[in-house]
């Protein structure tokens, strides 16, 4: 079952006494709390999913009907078991939840999107993801906290980081909460601090949250577990359906990941919650043994999709303000390698979620797997800037000033044109 954090509001004046008795400043306060106060967009939900190691995006959204695609992936395509979206392009079977979500039009995917590098390390196409840069370690700060910074200017905007470390794209001068549960809560995770305060006491409340809190920790530990193989380990981890035990850990690792969404759509629920989220998935590194319908990128995937559907669930009525945007590093390479896995590629696929999409096809143009439009010979060739696809959300959904996108938030992305109309 899904935790949710409480419906009832906290008062204004509760809000501050609780604040001050734990520290915090009132000038804090004043400009992290009561966002729904500024209207239409303070109503207005985005949270950025990364997916740390590498996704392949031809197993996400497997392009089965290109002629290429069954040849070049090999023992790791997929067929029926996938459902289609469109003539050319179908989901992976362990997203079934965001499935459901494109079948109402509330999901669409970039299919041969990419970051500005080219250089397949893992450590700098993050930095390049993350930080908004066209160039690697060309910023300390990330292009979400930017972003916020730029918003601020007009509006009062509050930020969440989850998890134990706040990642690059939401660190640099604008303020931001950090929630890491499953641990004392350090000096910079104002927010839970505060919700945890104000509920110690409360009965019904407090356990809500802890439980909550709890669960988060245990979906971290799944993946964490899942994220330690070595290829070697994954070269040996067989792709047969698992067994009853298995099954019954990936259960539980699913509901777990599953309240982890349900617990963050909770806290951005709440009357002064964070308007803007960021959370880091890592272990699609999935250099051999990958699988297709069922293996280890599947079991990430199945894990991917719960915290989805349980940010979904967990919004309720927020989520038609909603938009979701789930994007990784770099994708893999076209061709299946001798282990059964993908080595490191370049253009990947981008998911979009949420009840504030507006209907449609495929974002971006899809290059084909023939020979010829792979990239290098090796990989599935870009067609879409990320960060023209980040920009144009972050302008229609949220409303920063397109000057401030192409200079500050993303410097130096002109060409990058905005991908308008997408909400």
């Known amino acids: 079952m899904t935790a949710h954090l409480p419906s009832r509001p906290p008062s204004r004046r509760g809000v501050l006494a609780a604040g001050a008795a734990i520290g915090l400043s009132l000038q804090f306060l004043a400009t992290q709390s009561f966002a729904a106060a500024e209207g239409d ?34 023992p790791i395509a997929l067929g029926d078991e996938a459902p289609k979206l469109d003539s050319t392009f179908a989901l992976h079977p362990a997203l079934s939840a965001t499935y459901a979500l494109a079948q109402s039009g509330q999901a669409r995917i970039a ?56 990642p690059l794209v939401l660190r640099g001068k604008a303020p931001y909460a950090s929630w890491s549960p499953g641990k004392v809560v350090d000096s910079q995770a104002r927010l839970p ?8 006491d409360d009965p019904l409340l407090g356990p809500a949250l802890a439980r909550g809190l709890a669960t988060e920790a245990m979906a971290q530990e799944a993946m964490t577990q899942v994220a330690r193989m070595t290829p070697a380990q994954a070269a040996a981890t067989p792709v047969a359906p698992p ?16 309240k982890l969404g349900g ?18 998935l ?62 490191h590629g370049t253009a990947s696929t981008a998911l979009l979620l949420g009840g504030a999409l507006k209907k449609g096809g495929i974002v971006g143009d899809w290059p084909t797997l023939k020979e010829a439009a792979l990239f290098e010979n090796r990989d599935l060739a870009p067609t879409l800037d990320m960060r023209g696809l980040f920009k144009g959300l972050l302008m229609d959904h949220l409303g920063v000033d397109r000057a401030a996108l192409e200079t500050t938030v993303f410097p130096d992305s002109a060409a990058a044109k905005p991908v308008l109309g997408l909400v």
């Open 282 to 343: 890592d272990g699609f590194d999935t250099h051999a043994g990958e699988g297709a319908a069922t293996g280890q990128l599947a079991t990430r995937l199945t894990y991917l999709d719960a915290v989805l559907d349980g940010l979904h669930q967990g919004l309720g009525p927020d989520w038609k303000d909603t938009v979701v945007a789930v994007a990784t590093e770099f994708g893999r390479t076209a061709r299946v390698n001798g282990t059964g896995g993908t080595d």
């Open 193 to 200: 601090t505060l919700l945890q305060d104000l509920y110690k």
């Open 41 to 74: 967009l303070g109503r207005r939900k985005f949270v950025f999913v990364i997916c740390r190691g590498g996704m392949d995006g031809l197993t996400v959204s497997p392009p089965v009907g290109d002629r290429d695609y069954a040849a070049l992936r090999g």
């Open 243 to 258: 067994g009853p035990a298995a099954r019954a850990l990936q259960a539980q690792g699913r509901e777990a990941a599953r």
């Open 111 to 166: 299919p041969a999107v990419a970051t500005p590098d080219r250089a397949r390390s893992h450590f700098e196409a993050q930095d390049v993801l993350e930080s908004g840069s066209p160039v690697v370690y060309g910023a300390s700060s990330g292009w979400l906290n930017r972003a916020v910074e730029s918003l601020s200017q007009s509006r009062k905007v509050s930020a969440l980081s989850v998890g134990p470390t706040a």
């Open 263 to 280: 617990t963050l759509a909770g806290l951005m629920r709440e009357s002064g919650g964070p308007q803007i989220a960021a959370i880091s």
